[in-house]
């Protein structure tokens, strides 16, 4: 066999390895879908953030620290020991300072108190809960895995 003729050969099974390497460590890596964490909302939240967007509470509040500034945010106000559910059930209806007063029914109520719980259950804000590895991944630690 000439020289060039073993060079190709052997510059093939290097790639080809590669290759099958590749997709094995892609198979590993992305098989299980462990690397993404889902929350699904329930039917009862999903009611909750149609409220929600229908009357434009984004305008004034925010998740994240995403939305408008007249109102607190609110991801984590469900949780907020200084505040509390009843607290929060009031409040929607009450008309105090810029926040307008609404007339919903306890059911609408309900639905949007399972939207802020399911809201809060997908972290903190802000996160001082983040860990970092040493391969740049941040794994942001949900809350309900250390309650
Ligand atoms: C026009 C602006 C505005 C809109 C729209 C608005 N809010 Fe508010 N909201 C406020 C303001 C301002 C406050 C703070 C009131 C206070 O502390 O007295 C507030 C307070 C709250 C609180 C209590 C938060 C806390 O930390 O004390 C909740 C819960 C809340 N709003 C829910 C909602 C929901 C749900 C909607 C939509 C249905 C909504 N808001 C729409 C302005 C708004």
Redesign the pocket.
């Known amino acids: 066999m000439p020289k060039s003729t073993k060079n190709i050969l052997y510059n093939q099974l290097i790639i080809g390895s590669l290759l099958v390497f590749f997709a094995i460590y892609n198979l590993v890596l992305y098989k299980n879908g462990s690397f993404v964490k889902k929350q699904v909302l329930s039917e009862t939240a999903i009611m909750g953030q149609q ?2 967007q229908d ?3 984004t ?3 925010q998740f994240y620290g995403l939305g408008g500034y ?3 945010d ?1 991801t984590n ?1 469900i949780s907020d020991t200084t ?1 509390g559910e009843i607290y ?1 059930r009031n ?2 209806n009450a008309g ?5 007063k ?1 007339h919903f029914s306890e059911q609408e109520i309900n639905q ?1 108190i399972a939207y802020f719980k399911a809201i809060d259950q997908t972290g903190y804000f802000p996160n001082r809960k983040v860990k970092e590895s040493n391969y740049g991944w941040v794994d942001v630690v949900l809350k309900d895995s250390i309650r």
């Open positions: 409220i929600w009357n434009n509470c305008a004034c509040h007249l109102g607190p609110l106000v505040k929060i409040i929607i105090v300072k810029a926040m307008p609404y949007l």
